[in-house]
């Protein structure tokens, strides 16, 4: 099939990158004619302008963005009206996924179909493949098909479900694509739905994996020096916290064999690898959006979420969002009680 790729950063070039060697030929566009020229030499074609990237596919086009959330609405304005009825534009990136409905109906007036493609997969989805959760039309999922089969990761990556057979749309075809490595999730917004709560998932997990360690890498304090003041809370048993261990090899174990092995783990174990103490860190950890959306899902179907939410709390406390509450609890503790600051334990 033929395929244009709008965005052509980390993630966007390299699924270009892993189209052309499923036999499909792209047409890229970026804002940096730098990486357009890469994908060039790579055997895509480079449109330079949005006017010449649309003139170069046949109609009915098909069309994947892969930019930020923020600019998807200015791509959609500048490019709608060089569409035709009948072209189908995808959105790969991290969107809302009231967006994704919220466009498909604008696209719609204009005869123009739209895809919400959530994209998972990374910097490793070149060798790997992307993990693909799509919502939007069944016909429409079902002309694209070969696009999302060369992109996921193939069967190959996981064993299919029994009996997992038929055409795309019904149930057995949803676990047999799902066990690939795409799914048609639903309706408009579904796809970037199951993307957003696969997202806050991901938080879920980083902070178990960073949470876990870090108790390991305290496990030594019993051979540190403390102080005996009344503002300090005594380690009962400083014998039974006397542990250097060796995160690098820990969590390297943990690769092999162990139920919670996954390529997050896989992530921290080679950082901790490359530098056992992640000196070349500060632990400013960003949130895009999706746990943010994640946990207000959950509060407005009356969900509880607990992970999810603390995981959110805790990026934003690295980045000094919770200084100032801390101040305030100092302050009272020394209105209260004299308790004088203290650093340290």
Same mark, same amino acid.
Request: net charge neutral.
């Given at each position: 099939?033929?395929?244009?790729?709008?965005?052509?950063?980390?993630?966007?070039?390299?699924?270009?990158?892993?189209?052309?060697?499923?036999?499909?030929?792209?047409?890229?566009?970026?804002?940096?004619?730098?990486?357009?020229?890469?994908?060039?030499?790579?055997?895509?074609?480079?449109?330079?302008?949005?006017?010449?990237?649309?003139?170069?596919?046949?109609?009915?086009?098909?069309?994947?963005?892969?930019?930020?959330?923020?600019?998807?609405?200015?791509?959609?304005?500048?490019?709608?009206?060089?569409?035709?009825?009948?072209?189908?534009?995808?959105?790969?990136?991290?969107?809302?996924?009231?967006?994704?409905?919220?466009?498909?109906?604008?696209?719609?007036?204009?005869?123009?179909?739209?895809?919400?493609?959530?994209?998972?997969?990374?910097?490793?989805?070149?060798?790997?493949?992307?993990?693909?959760?799509?919502?939007?039309?069944?016909?429409?999922?079902?002309?694209?098909?070969?696009?999302?089969?060369?992109?996921?990761?193939?069967?190959?990556? &996981?064993?299919?479900?029994?009996? @997992? =057979?038929?055409?795309? #749309?019904?149930? %057995?075809?949803? $676990?047999?694509? !799902?066990?690939?490595?795409?799914?048609?999730?639903?309706?408009?917004?579904?796809?970037?739905?199951?993307?957003?709560?696969?997202?806050?998932?991901?938080?879920?997990?980083?902070?178990?994996?960073?949470?876990?360690?870090?108790?390991?890498?305290?496990?030594?304090?019993?051979?540190?020096?403390?102080?005996?003041?009344?503002?300090?809370?005594?380690?009962?048993?400083?014998?039974?916290?006397?542990?250097?261990?060796?995160?690098?090899?820990?969590?390297?174990?943990?690769?092999?064999?162990?139920?919670?092995?996954?390529?997050?783990?896989?992530?921290?174990?080679?950082?901790?690898?490359?530098?056992?103490?992640?000196?070349?860190?500060?632990?400013?950890?960003?949130?895009?959006?999706? &746990?943010?959306?994640?946990?207000? @899902? =959950?509060?407005?179907? #009356?969900?509880? %979420?607990?992970? $999810?939410?603390? !995981?959110?709390?805790?990026?934003?406390?690295?980045?000094?969002?919770?200084?100032?509450?801390?101040?305030?609890?100092?302050?009272?503790?020394?209105?209260?009680?004299?308790?004088?600051?203290?650093?340290?334990?």
């Amino acid at each position: 099939m033929q395929l244009g790729m709008i965005g052509l950063g980390r993630m966007g070039a390299n699924m270009v990158r892993r189209l052309m060697r499923g036999g499909h030929q792209c047409v890229a566009f970026d804002r940096s004619a730098e990486a357009a020229r890469a994908l060039a030499a790579d055997g895509a074609k480079a449109a330079g302008s949005l006017k010449d990237f649309v003139a170069a596919l046949s109609a009915p086009r098909a069309i994947w963005l892969m930019v930020p959330a923020d600019v998807v609405d200015h791509v959609i304005t500048d490019l709608a009206p060089l569409l035709s009825p009948g072209d189908v534009l995808v959105d790969g990136g991290n969107s809302h996924y009231r967006d994704a409905i919220r466009r498909a109906h604008h696209l719609r007036g204009r005869g123009v179909h739209w895809l919400d493609v959530g994209t998972s997969g990374g910097v490793l989805g070149l060798e790997r493949g992307f993990c693909l959760m799509i919502g939007g039309e069944p016909a429409i999922v079902a002309r694209l098909e070969p696009i999302f089969a060369t992109l996921a990761p193939g069967a190959d990556a &996981g064993s299919a479900p029994a009996g @997992a =057979a038929g055409t795309v #749309g019904d149930a %057995a075809t949803g $676990l047999a694509t !799902a066990a690939r490595g795409y799914l048609h999730c639903g309706a408009s917004g579904a796809g970037h739905f199951v993307k957003m709560v696969h997202n806050g998932i991901e938080y879920g997990l980083m902070a178990a994996y960073a949470e876990g360690l870090n108790v390991l890498k305290q496990a030594g304090i019993g051979l540190e020096a403390r102080t005996s003041d009344a503002e300090t809370a005594p380690l009962a048993d400083p014998h039974l916290f006397q542990y250097r261990f060796d995160l690098g090899a820990v969590s390297e174990l943990w690769r092999h064999g162990s139920i919670i092995t996954s390529q997050l783990l896989d992530l921290a174990a080679a950082a901790l690898a490359a530098d056992r103490d992640l000196a070349g860190f500060k632990g400013h950890v960003a949130d895009s959006g999706e &746990g943010r959306w994640t946990v207000e @899902a =959950a509060i407005q179907e #009356g969900v509880p %979420a607990y992970v $999810l939410s603390a !995981a959110l709390y805790s990026r934003f406390a690295s980045r000094g969002r919770a200084e100032f509450a801390d101040k305030v609890l100092s302050a009272m503790r020394l209105g209260f009680g004299g308790h004088v600051e203290r650093s340290g334990g």
